[in-house]
């Protein structure tokens, strides 16, 4: 008889619990456009090359590194110098925010897709908002 009675337990719980799993929520995915998806990549590329010396919030150090947030370079007239930059390095003054600098960014070395990614990233942070999507094809098209 207690066999017959623990197996009954036995066997209610394991509704029950079958039950319960059954009505917890599903994980739902997402997919990610194709800028965010160069945004989520160009953050690890910011992270690797540039948070250094235009820090976490893309401040930058004034008179020494420029800032990226809110830049003057990253508008639509003239954010294809900025790709320029990051692409082949920069040597010279540049003003950016009614700021000078005159300093030296090293070319990083990286990939046309690598320039596409970082610049989404950083034109799409930090008070920038150009949801226009750099793409590889056209980084390969910026000359030095």
């Not at 036995?10 to 599903?26: E, M, R, T």
């Amino acid at each position: 008889m207690k066999f017959i009675i623990s197996s009954i337990a036995v066997g209610i719980l394991s509704v029950y619990a079958f039950a319960k799993a059954d009505s917890s929520p599903h994980t739902t995915y997402t997919t990610q456009t194709p800028l965010e998806a160069s945004i989520t990549r160009g953050a690890e590329v910011y992270n690797d090359f540039c948070i250094q010396c235009h820090l976490g919030k893309g401040e930058g150090v004034e008179g020494t590194f420029p800032p990226l947030g809110k830049s003057d370079w990253l508008t639509p007239e003239r954010y294809k110098e900025a790709i320029q930059v990051v692409k082949y390095g920069q040597n010279g003054e540049i003003t950016v925010n009614g700021v000078t600098y005159n300093g030296v960014m090293a070319n990083l070395g990286l990939y046309d897709d690598e320039v596409a990614d970082v610049m989404n990233y950083i034109m799409n942070n930090w008070g920038n908002t150009q949801e226009q999507m750099v793409t590889e094809e056209e980084v390969k098209g910026i000359t030095e």
